[in-house]
């Protein structure tokens, strides 16, 4: 009942806009208005453009103002100070470029509406001033270009030696993490391995591997470079770390990887923003399907002593997965009775599970 | 056809040797009745065509723009019941929830259909189509069947995209992108099954088109200029085209090379671009592929593509910007050098889009550098619109608002490239709503700016009839303020870090700040797009009823407007005019009109003529 009122009110509506519209030419063929070339609407819509360029131009200077605040997510990385810097460096110099060519224009077509009895400039060209506008933007880009490069090389250099390493694995529709374990060598990994157990894929037979942990949040030290490792195991992910201004993408088939170092624990930043319930996160930044909306990691950077104790603490994947040891161990026993019996063939099998048996 | 041609015009012309109904046409002899299958279906004419395209890409227009509405209530209002909605969508709505995969098909389809069906099919083979026979003073395309069948080949990929949305198990739904390995594996999301395959055969369908059509707009620019007609008296309307018809003739092969290369990952077993994955609970067998590769030659195709999109809209606005001003455009010359220029860099800036997808740091440099270098030549054609403004005499017609609004958005827009193309801040910004934010105005809303002010300007042309310009006024002022209410407030949500394609931003903390915003946002988006039906109500009462037109309402310069005001079979019923002088000779001293016709020979205009116009008196 409701639907059909709504559509007979539309219907109505339309009735009268059709009727108005009417009505409208009907008055502009009887005052002779539609056979001017150029009518009042001429000094209507240039009115309408210096409005337009005054009243929106505060809006939009209200609104940003506004707004600013809950804009910049509060920055906890050295490198994320510096792009920051850049960015509000760069916001300035094409804001001010966009105030001066967006007055001029609207200021323009005002000022230089249709008069009767007047004609245009003949202007085609001039080289002088056609070089300077060139040449100015040029050189901008040309600076711009420059410190942009400085800091991408300066982000995207080797990790420092002493970086804490860690992995991060995108999947369909959550992170895992892995960390090294004590002998700081994370170990070999095979997909075809991965189980609804050994959700890493964990070769275990290779003895890096044996003292590796997972988490079920990423913890990181304040103040030390951090080297996320990035995989994926199914579709592309990204690594999306807005506090930290850290994004990579997580391609399967292709490792990559991003460092950055952590400048404010997860309290010092619940304390700045005044909000006890503040986490860092971690979110999926490249479309992966159903569920990329909720794919998400908390992460918490500790005080260097508490990661410590924190990375004491964990128990390894082998320890408490001992059933997918066993199954190795038992694997690279069969291979090392094998390889009595038929030594080449094994060797060209499966080398590495081999010789860490040996 | 051909045969009412005489014998000098089809050697200009030259089309009575490729017209199709030549030989079948030949005895209908002078009075050639065609049919109506032949005048308005199987059309070989390029002003039928043209308006194929441009019907067609209304058509799309609506259904892109609906589809956008659709996930902006979802992003609107994440919370709230679209139980409402199930008669439409039937099964996507689950319990009274709009499903998230078919949310992401939503956005992947608005992105395919606005993008490819209507900005480039649309745009460029509404006007390519339209206005290099009659600007250049041509009777019709170099083939004119191969015309047609761009348009047919075309008109087979819509449906086939079209029939994607009513399918089962949905439509193509990993983004516009496709980039694989979702785009390969139906196991990941269930747009990649069917929906995915018909996306590629309908791509495939709409290169072939556009190849079609390209090769067309190439050679008739070349080849079938009119006496007198060089390249440097050209509109910078067909300069415009013909450099977007290169690109497309380059760029889009190679977007073909990746479909096919795909077709073949997901039906065929190869691994291009697939490697090392478990899925479904289960180790693929697929290794050595590498999603990047795919990635490289979608960008190959994709970057000049926005070039596509809007140079075809450069160069209308420069040409209205110039009549409605009664001033020459300014700086003709550094106009085609910035056209020119943009093309060449346009081909060397692919990669970055792909600045933090794990391509080497080292490559990233490289594309930061030339990406930043196009904005140069974007700055001087920005410069002189403006200057071509100043001290006109402006009219301002509905097209001409159109094209300052293009000015405006494009300003907008094109400066935060800057930002964008520096690989240090993209790493924030790679795929936040401020990447959405700035493409949807550069080339989202400056294109179809460009495409409403050459509607309202060569409407005349097209159906002999005027748009009604009070409606136009009502359509340019609320579409202007809405796509300003739109997408500068889309900037803050960017900046913020909102990552695009996410059904919703409630799980995570970061991203909570701004549900008003959005509310915001989709209000003025759903308003924008229901005013743009005053346009499409315009549109079509004007082709039946409008005003009628006179041949050359603008008192323009350039050759179609010496046409008739219903423009026949072969665009001139006499000798094709010839050419004299460049195209924007508008409020000359001395001259007795402030506008000087292309093919008026400069004996006639000795008052007006500089010195070295002299010597050609």
């Known amino acids: ?358 | 056809m051909a045969a009412n041609f005489s014998s000098q015009e089809q050697v200009q012309g030259g089309i009575g040797v490729t017209e199709p109904g030549h030989a079948h046409d030949a005895h209908h002899d002078e009075h050639h009745e065609q049919s109506f299958l032949q005048k308005y279906v199987f059309s070989t004419d390029h002003k039928m065509i043209a308006k194929q395209f441009l019907i067609t890409g209304i058509f799309w227009a609506i259904i892109g723009g609906t589809l956008s509405s659709l996930f902006r209530l979802q992003l609107g209002w994440p919370e709230s019941t679209m139980e409402w909605l199930t008669p439409f969508l039937g099964k996507w709505i689950e319990a009274g929830k709009l499903n998230p995969e078919f949310y992401l098909a939503l956005v992947t389809m608005h992105g395919t259909i606005m993008v490819f069906f209507v900005l480039t099919a649309g745009l460029s083979g509404t006007f390519s189509n339209f206005l290099i026979p009659l600007q250049i003073g041509a009777r019709d395309m170099a083939s004119g069947f191969m015309n047609m069948l761009s348009y047919w080949f075309f008109f087979l990929s819509s449906v086939v995209m079209f029939s994607s949305l009513f399918i089962e198990t949905g439509p193509a739904a990993a983004g516009w992108t496709i980039y694989p390995p979702l785009s390969a594996l139906p196991q990941a999301i269930s747009g990649s099954g069917a929906g995915q395959t018909l996306w590629l055969v309908s791509m495939a369908l709409f290169i072939v088109s556009q190849l079609l059509g390209g090769v067309n707009y190439i050679t008739t620019v070349i080849n079938l200029r009119t006496q007198g007609m060089s390249m440097s008296k050209l509109p910078l309307t067909i300069w415009s085209f013909f450099l977007t018809a290169v690109l497309g003739l380059l760029s889009f092969p190679v977007l073909f090379s990746a479909a096919l290369l795909l077709i073949f990952d997901r039906s065929f077993g190869t691994s291009f671009f697939l490697s090392d994955i478990y899925i479904a609970g289960q180790a693929l067998s697929n290794t050595g592929g590498s999603p990047i590769l795919f990635q490289h030659l979608f960008w190959f195709l994709g970057h000049p593509e926005v070039y596509i999109v809007i140079m075809p809209a450069m160069g209308m606005v420069s040409e209205i910007l110039a009549t409605n001003a009664r001033k020459p455009i300014f700086g003709y010359r550094a106009m085609i050098g910035s056209l020119l220029g943009i093309s060449l860099l346009s081909f060397i800036v692919w990669a970055h889009h792909m600045f933090v997808t794990g391509m080497n740091p080292f490559l990233g440099s490289v594309f930061m550098f030339l990406t930043l270098i196009i904005a140069v030549p974007s700055a001087v054609k920005t410069f002189n619109w403006l200057a071509t403004l100043w001290r006109g005499n402006i009219r301002f017609t509905t097209a001409m608002l159109f094209s300052i609004g293009f000015v405006s958005l494009f300003i907008a827009g094109g400066l935060t490239g800057i930002i964008l193309g520096n690989a240090a801040l993209d790493i924030q910004l790679h795929n936040t709503y401020f990447v959405v934010a700035h493409f949807h105005l550069v080339m989202g809303s400056s294109a179809f700016f460009g495409l409403w002010a050459g509607v309202y300007h060569w409407f005349p042309k097209m159906f002999g009839r005027m748009m009604d310009e009070k409606l136009g006024y009502v359509h340019f002022w609320l579409t202007f303020i809405g796509v300003y209410l739109v997408f500068l407030p889309m900037h803050y949500v960017g900046i913020a870090g909102f990552p695009r394609r996410y059904y919703a931003w409630t799980g995570f903390d970061t991203f909570s700040q701004f549900a008003d915003l959005n509310k915001f946002i989709s209000i003025a988006a759903i308003v924008a797009f229901f005013g743009q039906f005053v346009f499409i109500f315009n549109f079509f009462y004007s082709i039946f009823r409008g005003r009628r037109a006179t041949e050359n309402p603008w008192n323009s310069t350039t050759l179609e407007w010496t046409t008739p005001v219903e423009v026949g079979h072969g665009n001139w019923p006499g000798d094709i005019p010839a050419v004299h002088r460049w195209p924007y000779d508008y409020s000359k001293p001395g001259a007795a009109q402030d506008f000087i016709p292309q093919n008026v020979p400069y004996s006639q205009t000795q008052s007006s003529n500089l010195p070295y116009e002299r010597e050609m008196e």
């Not at chain 1, 001017?36 to 453009?49: H, P, T, Y």
Request: with cysteine; hydrophobic share 45%; charged share 15%.
């Open chain 1, 1 to 358: 009942m409701t639907t059909l009122g709504i559509l007979l009110v539309l219907a109505l509506l339309l009735v009268v806009f059709g009727l108005l519209f009417r009505l409208q030419i009907l008055t502009s063929i009887f005052s002779g208005s539609s056979t001017r070339e150029v009518g009042v609407s001429n000094r209507v819509n240039a009115i309408l453009f210096v409005v337009f360029l005054v009243v929106g131009g505060a809006a939009f200077a209200w609104s940003f103002i506004d707004n600013y605040d809950k804009m910049n997510p509060p920055i906890a990385s050295i490198h994320g100070l510096a792009t920051e810097k850049m960015f509000w460096t760069t916001m300035v110099i094409i804001g001010i470029a966009f105030v001066l060519t967006q007055v001029l224009l609207f200021f323009y077509s005002y000022k230089y509406q249709h008069q009767d009895g007047r004609r245009a400039f003949f202007f085609p060209h001039n080289n002088k001033i056609e070089v300077i506008w060139t040449l100015i933007p040029a050189i901008v880009m040309a600076a711009l270009v420059f410190a942009g490069w400085k800091e991408w090389t300066r982000i995207t250099g080797p990790a420092p030696k002493d970086s804490v390493v860690l992995e991060v694995m995108g999947k369909q529709f959550n992170w895992l993490v892995r960390y090294p374990g004590r002998d700081q060598k994370l170990g070999v990994v095979n997909y075809r391995l991965i189980d609804a157990v050994n959700e890493f894929g964990f070769d275990l037979s290779d003895q890096s591997g044996i003292d590796d942990f997972t988490a079920g949040e990423i913890h990181v030290p304040k103040g030390h470079p951090v080297l996320l490792r990035i995989r994926s195991r199914d579709v592309l992910h990204a690594v999306y770390m807005p506090n930290f201004r850290v994004q990579m993408y997580a391609v399967p088939g292709m490792p990559t990887k991003f460092w950055f170092t952590p400048t404010k624990t997860t309290d010092e930043m619940r304390a700045q923003t005044g909000n006890p319930n503040f986490n860092y996160e971690l979110a999926c930044n490249q479309i992966c399907g159903r569920g990329h909306f909720a794919m998400k990691m908390s992460i918490i950077v500790d005080e260097p002593d508490d990661y410590v104790n924190w990375f004491a603490q964990q128990k390894s994947f082998s320890e408490q997965n001992p059933e997918v040891l066993a199954s190795f161990k038992q694997k690279s026993d069969k291979l090392v009775e094998k390889a009595t019996v038929v030594p080449a063939a094994a060797a060209a099998v499966v080398p590495a599970a081999a010789k860490a048996s040996l």
